[in-house]
C-alpha cells in the first residue's frame, strides 16, 4: 500500500532533515509512479469472454501492465484499492466484429468495502457509463471508452470494476495481433490516485 | 471558495533559504496533493433534448464532490471556476428515447475576471455521440484538456441536441454527469 505523503512546516532555524525527506516525500508521490508510490494500474484480457444479452458483466481483464499499488490482488479484473482518495478511471471495452447492431455500453461499478466509513459494505455505485447503438458489421469491430472520477473517495478495500452490457450476446477477443478483425483493440481497464480525499 | 496559487520560491546560488521559502514548496504540494475537482449530476432526469439545429443546456441538479466551490444549486447548468488555471472536463449523458441520435457538446463562457471580458462563449469542443436503439438506453460522452486557460468566473457547461423530438435525459442507474479537475497552475 502506497503512504500518503506528510506535508512539512517549517519554523526559524529549522534543521529537520525530516522534514526534507517529508517534503521529498510529497514530491516524489506527485511525479513518481513506481511500486509503493502514487497508485496506478493498467490490465487488458489475454482470453475470450461471452457476455450474456441484458447482462452487466465483469470484463475480467487481470493482466497487468502495471500496478504500483497492488491494486489487481484479486486477478479478476476487479481491483482492489489499497491507498485512500479520489481515482480517476478509464477503459476500453471491445465488441468482437457482429453482423447485427447492438446496444452495446461500458461502464464502471465501485463497491464499498468495510473500512469505507461513508457507505455500508457492499453499497455499488455505478458510474461513467459510455455508449449506445454500434453499426459493427462482420469484418469490423467496435469500442467504447469511458473516463470518469469515481463519484465516491475510495478507501481500502473497496472495490472498481470494469462492465459491459449489450443488448445481444456477443463475445470479447483477446488482445491479438493476428488478422484484423481478431482482437484488434485491447480491452483494457486504467486507473489512478487523483487526489486526497475524506 | 479559491484556493491560493501557491508561490514558487526562487533560489539562487549563494541564497539563503527562509522558512517561507520552505512553507512554499510545502504549500505547493499542498495545492497539488488537494486541487480542485467537482462532479456534479442529474439527479431527475426527464430534461427533453432539443432537435437539431437547436440544443439544451443541461441541468446537473446535484453534486457528488466539489472542494472548490464550484457548483451552486442557483446555477445548476454550470461550474464556475473558482481558482484559475487549466481544466480537464469530462461528460456523460444518459439517454432514454427512441430518438436515433444524440450528440453533446461543451462550451465555456468568460467571466468578469477574463482578459476578454464577459460573455464569451467558446466553440463546442470534446463532443460525444450516442445512437439509440430502439428503447433501449444510449450514453453520450466525452473529455479532454480545455483548450484555454480558465480565469475565477469562466464557466463550463454540457449541451446536446437529438436527430429529432422525444430525447431526453434518465436519471436511474447512472445519471448525467459533469466534472473539472483540476491540472496545472501557469506563472507566466
Known amino acids: ?198 | 471558495m479559491a484556493m491560493t496559487i501557491p508561490t514558487l520560491p526562487f533560489l539562487p546560488a549563494g541564497y539563503i533559504v527562509t522558512p517561507a521559502d520552505m512553507n512554499n514548496l510545502a504549500a505547493c504540494c499542498t495545492f497539488a496533493l488537494n486541487k480542485p475537482i467537482a462532479m456534479v449530476f442529474d439527479s431527475a432526469g426527464s430534461q427533453s433534448i432539443a432537435t437539431n439545429p437547436a440544443n439544451t443546456t443541461i441541468s446537473f441538479g446535484s453534486k457528488y464532490f466539489d472542494s472548490d466551490g464550484m457548483w451552486s444549486a442557483g446555477a445548476p447548468k454550470q461550474l464556475t471556476v473558482q481558482t484559475p488555471g487549466w481544466y480537464k472536463v469530462r461528460w456523460g449523458l444518459s439517454l432514454g428515447g427512441t430518438v436515433l441520435a444524440t450528440c453533446g457538446f461543451v462550451t465555456s463562457t468568460s467571466g468578469a475576471n477574463n482578459p476578454g471580458g464577459a460573455g464569451n462563449v467558446s466553440a463546442n469542443y470534446w463532443a460525444g455521440y450516442s445512437g439509440a436503439l430502439g428503447s433501449a438506453p444510449g450514453c453520450a460522452g466525452g473529455g479532454g484538456l480545455w483548450p484555454f486557460y480558465l480565469w475565477a468566473g469562466d464557466f463550463i457547461q454540457v449541451s446536446a441536441s437529438a436527430t429529432g423530438s422525444g430525447e431526453s435525459t434518465v436519471s436511474t442507474d447512472n445519471p448525467s454527469w459533469m466534472s473539472l479537475e483540476y491540472i496545472s497552475i501557469q506563472q507566466t
Open chain 1, 1 to 198: 500500500m502506497g503512504t500518503l505523503p506528510t506535508v512539512p512546516t517549517f519554523v526559524a532555524n529549522d534543521t529537520s532533515l525530516t522534514k526534507l525527506q517529508q517534503l521529498s516525500g510529497c514530491v516524489e508521490w506527485l511525479i513518481d509512479c513506481s511500486t509503493g508510490s502514487r497508485p496506478i494500474w493498467h490490465l487488458y484480457r489475454s482470453t475470450t469472454l461471452s457476455i450474456t444479452a441484458n447482462t452487466w458483466t465483469n470484463y475480467g481483464g487481470s493482466v497487468q501492465a502495471i500496478d504500483t499499488d497492488g491494486v489487481n490482488v484479486l486477478a479478476t479484473g476487479v481491483v482492489q484499492i489499497q491507498t485512500q482518495g479520489y481515482y480517476v478511471t478509464e477503459g476500453c471495452g471491445q465488441l468482437v466484429n457482429n453482423a447485427n447492431d447492438v446496444q452495446f455500453l461500458v461502464s464502471f461499478l465501485w463497491t464499498a468495502g468495510s473500512n469505507n466509513p461513508n457507505f455500508t459494505n457492499g453499497t455499488t455505485q455505478r458510474y461513467g457509463t459510455r455508449g449506445g447503438a454500434t453499426h459493427s458489421t462482420a469484418t469490423t469491430d467496435a469500442a467504447e471508452t469511458p473516463q470518469c472520477i469515481c463519484p465516491n473517495v475510495c478507501y481500502p478495500l473497496d472495490t472498481i470494476q470494469m462492465q459491459v452490457w449489450t443488448s445481444s450476446t456477443f463475445n470479447i477477443d483477446r488482445n491479438s495481433n493476428n488478422a484484423f478483425e481478431q482482437g484488434r483493440f485491447t480491452t483494457q481497464f486504467t486507473g489512478m490516485w487523483l487526489r486526497e480525499g475524506t
